[in-house]
């Protein structure tokens, strides 16, 4: 799953890019409707990279913690996912 993961990157990237575009609009005084459609853009690239992170989380660390004989590190595994899916739902 290292192929979500560099394309994770990119996306982090691109977003680092675009909040830089947002910086420089709103000091420049554009029109706050081009602002917002620019600090969207940041925000889905970010949502994505996060899908993106989670699909190669569940497909390698979650899965080979669902395998293992270790009721500890099953939970701690499905807890650390709750969590994680909390903190992006809010």
Known sequence: MEDNRQKALINFKKAQSHV???IKMIEDGEYC??????????????KSAHQMLMEAHLSTCFKKAMESGSQKRKQQMVEEILKVTNLFNR
């Open 20 to 22: 830089a575009r947002v």
């Open 33 to 46: 409707v081009n602002i917002m459609q620019q600090n969207l853009a940041v925000i889905g690239l970010l």
